[in-house]
Protein backbone atom coordinates (compact mmCIF):
# COMPACT_ATOMS: atom_id res chain seq x y z
CA UNK A 1 0.00 0.00 0.00
CA UNK A 2 1.37 3.26 -0.49
CA UNK A 3 1.26 6.24 1.27
CA UNK A 4 1.72 9.77 1.83
CA UNK A 5 2.09 12.50 4.93
CA UNK A 6 -0.17 15.42 4.16
CA UNK A 7 1.56 18.76 3.56
CA UNK A 8 -0.76 20.48 6.44
CA UNK A 9 -1.83 17.85 9.14
CA UNK A 10 1.29 15.38 9.00
CA UNK A 11 -0.79 12.67 8.73
CA UNK A 12 0.68 9.40 7.23
CA UNK A 13 -1.99 8.26 4.85
CA UNK A 14 -3.30 6.11 2.27
CA UNK A 15 -2.75 7.34 -1.21
CA UNK A 16 -6.27 7.44 -2.16
CA UNK A 17 -6.74 9.78 0.93
CA UNK A 18 -5.21 12.57 -1.06
CA UNK A 19 -6.71 14.32 -4.44
CA UNK A 20 -5.60 13.41 -7.80
CA UNK A 21 -3.20 16.11 -9.56
CA UNK A 22 -1.20 14.23 -12.29
CA UNK A 23 1.70 17.09 -12.28
CA UNK A 24 2.54 15.92 -8.73
CA UNK A 25 5.44 13.19 -8.51
CA UNK A 26 3.05 10.22 -7.03
CA UNK A 27 -0.01 11.35 -9.25
CA UNK A 28 -1.83 13.03 -5.88
CA UNK A 29 -1.62 16.38 -3.92
CA UNK A 30 0.60 17.33 -1.03
CA UNK A 31 -2.55 18.30 1.01
CA UNK A 32 -5.11 14.89 2.33
CA UNK A 33 -8.70 15.54 1.11
CA UNK A 34 -9.77 16.57 4.35
CA UNK A 35 -6.99 19.31 5.02
CA UNK A 36 -7.81 20.55 1.38
CA UNK A 37 -11.65 20.55 2.55
CA UNK A 38 -10.91 23.08 5.63
CA UNK A 39 -9.00 25.46 3.78
CA UNK A 40 -11.28 26.03 0.96
CA UNK A 41 -14.07 26.09 3.92
CA UNK A 42 -11.81 28.71 4.94
CA UNK A 43 -11.19 30.31 2.00
CA UNK A 44 -14.55 30.24 1.16
CA UNK A 45 -15.47 32.49 3.92
CA UNK A 46 -13.79 35.70 2.39
CA UNK A 47 -16.32 37.37 0.34
CA UNK A 48 -13.74 38.33 -2.45
CA UNK A 49 -12.55 34.37 -3.19
CA UNK A 50 -16.11 33.35 -2.97
CA UNK A 51 -17.36 36.03 -6.17
CA UNK A 52 -14.48 35.34 -7.90
CA UNK A 53 -15.35 31.16 -7.38
CA UNK A 54 -18.84 31.86 -8.48
CA UNK A 55 -18.06 33.71 -11.12
CA UNK A 56 -15.88 30.85 -12.41
CA UNK A 57 -18.12 28.09 -12.08
CA UNK A 58 -20.78 30.40 -13.83
CA UNK A 59 -18.29 30.98 -16.78
CA UNK A 60 -16.83 27.28 -16.64
CA UNK A 61 -20.61 26.55 -16.72
CA UNK A 62 -21.92 28.57 -20.10
CA UNK A 63 -18.59 27.57 -22.19
CA UNK A 64 -18.80 24.02 -21.22
CA UNK A 65 -22.69 23.10 -21.35
CA UNK A 66 -22.45 20.13 -24.10
CA UNK A 67 -19.56 18.96 -22.52
CA UNK A 68 -21.09 18.35 -19.22
CA UNK A 69 -24.65 17.59 -20.20
CA UNK A 70 -22.78 14.99 -22.32
CA UNK A 71 -21.76 14.04 -19.01
CA UNK A 72 -24.84 13.83 -17.38
CA UNK A 73 -26.57 11.37 -20.13
CA UNK A 74 -23.51 9.02 -19.74
CA UNK A 75 -23.82 9.00 -16.04
CA UNK A 76 -27.39 8.63 -16.27
CA UNK A 77 -26.14 5.04 -18.05
CA UNK A 78 -24.45 3.85 -15.37
CA UNK A 79 -26.28 0.92 -13.00
CA UNK A 80 -26.00 3.61 -10.41
CA UNK A 81 -27.19 6.78 -12.71
CA UNK A 82 -30.51 4.45 -13.16
CA UNK A 83 -31.01 3.05 -9.83
CA UNK A 84 -30.67 7.34 -8.94
CA UNK A 85 -33.14 8.50 -11.90
CA UNK A 86 -35.40 5.30 -10.78
CA UNK A 87 -35.37 6.24 -6.69
CA UNK A 88 -36.05 10.14 -7.87
CA UNK A 89 -39.08 9.28 -10.31
CA UNK A 90 -40.51 6.97 -7.74
CA UNK A 91 -40.60 8.97 -4.94
CA UNK A 92 -42.15 12.11 -7.60
CA UNK A 93 -44.96 9.46 -8.62
CA UNK A 94 -45.69 8.54 -4.64
CA UNK A 95 -45.69 12.23 -4.12
CA UNK A 96 -47.80 13.10 -7.13
CA UNK A 97 -50.19 10.10 -6.44
CA UNK A 98 -50.73 11.56 -2.78
CA UNK A 99 -51.81 14.76 -3.75
CA UNK A 100 -55.18 15.67 -4.38
CA UNK A 101 -56.03 18.79 -6.93
CA UNK A 102 -58.98 20.09 -6.13
CA UNK A 103 -59.84 22.00 -9.20
CA UNK A 104 -61.04 20.73 -13.05
CA UNK A 105 -59.08 21.07 -16.02
CA UNK A 106 -61.71 24.00 -17.01
CA UNK A 107 -60.30 26.09 -14.18
CA UNK A 108 -56.75 25.81 -15.11
CA UNK A 109 -57.95 26.39 -18.93
CA UNK A 110 -59.35 29.28 -17.53
CA UNK A 111 -55.93 30.48 -15.80
CA UNK A 112 -53.79 29.74 -18.56
CA UNK A 113 -56.07 31.88 -20.44
CA UNK A 114 -55.53 35.21 -18.33
CA UNK A 115 -51.41 34.67 -18.93
CA UNK A 116 -52.60 35.51 -22.21
CA UNK A 117 -49.72 32.95 -23.46
CA UNK A 118 -47.13 34.52 -21.56
CA UNK A 119 -44.87 33.12 -19.11
CA UNK A 120 -45.10 34.73 -16.21
CA UNK A 121 -41.47 34.64 -14.82
CA UNK A 122 -39.34 34.96 -18.20
CA UNK A 123 -42.49 37.01 -20.10
CA UNK A 124 -41.83 34.93 -22.96
CA UNK A 125 -44.68 34.50 -25.31
CA UNK A 126 -46.35 31.05 -26.17
CA UNK A 127 -49.11 30.43 -28.72
CA UNK A 128 -52.47 30.20 -26.97
CA UNK A 129 -50.53 28.87 -23.72
CA UNK A 130 -49.35 25.81 -25.37
CA UNK A 131 -45.73 25.86 -24.35
CA UNK A 132 -47.08 26.67 -20.38
CA UNK A 133 -46.70 23.76 -17.59
CA UNK A 134 -49.05 23.75 -14.67
CA UNK A 135 -45.98 24.48 -12.03
CA UNK A 136 -47.02 23.70 -8.24
CA UNK A 137 -46.13 27.00 -5.99
CA UNK A 138 -45.09 24.76 -3.25
CA UNK A 139 -43.24 21.89 -4.84
CA UNK A 140 -44.25 18.63 -4.30
CA UNK A 141 -41.04 17.67 -2.93
CA UNK A 142 -41.94 20.57 -0.41
CA UNK A 143 -45.73 19.63 0.23
CA UNK A 144 -47.15 17.50 3.12
CA UNK A 145 -48.39 13.88 1.88
CA UNK A 146 -51.98 14.21 0.87
CA UNK A 147 -51.46 18.19 0.51
CA UNK A 148 -54.84 19.55 -1.06
CA UNK A 149 -53.95 22.18 -4.24
CA UNK A 150 -56.36 25.00 -5.51
CA UNK A 151 -56.52 26.77 -8.46
CA UNK A 152 -54.13 28.94 -6.25
CA UNK A 153 -51.57 26.90 -5.41
CA UNK A 154 -50.73 26.26 -9.08
CA UNK A 155 -49.83 28.63 -11.76
CA UNK A 156 -48.52 28.57 -15.42
CA UNK A 157 -45.14 28.45 -16.29
CA UNK A 158 -42.89 27.48 -19.75
CA UNK A 159 -41.22 24.10 -19.31
CA UNK A 160 -37.84 26.32 -18.84
CA UNK A 161 -38.71 28.43 -15.70
CA UNK A 162 -40.75 25.34 -13.99
CA UNK A 163 -37.46 23.30 -14.65
CA UNK A 164 -35.51 25.89 -13.15
CA UNK A 165 -37.54 26.81 -10.04
CA UNK A 166 -37.28 23.73 -8.90
CA UNK A 167 -37.71 23.20 -5.65
CA UNK A 168 -37.75 27.13 -4.36
CA UNK A 169 -41.42 28.56 -3.22
CA UNK A 170 -42.24 31.23 -6.11
CA UNK A 171 -45.65 32.51 -6.99
CA UNK A 172 -45.48 34.77 -10.12
CA UNK A 173 -49.31 34.84 -10.96
Known amino acids: MISRICCKCKNNLSIHKFGIDKSKPLGHKYKCKECESKDFKN ?75 ICPRCNKTYDEGAGLTLDHIIPLSRAPINHIYTIDGVQPLCKRCNSKKYTSIEDMF
Do not use: C, M
Request: zero cysteines; charged letters at 40%; a positive charge.
Open 43 to 117: RYKDTEFRERHLSYNKRWEQNNREKQSKRVIEWQQTPKGKLSRAKNSSKRRYKLKNTIHSFSYEDWLSKVKLTNG
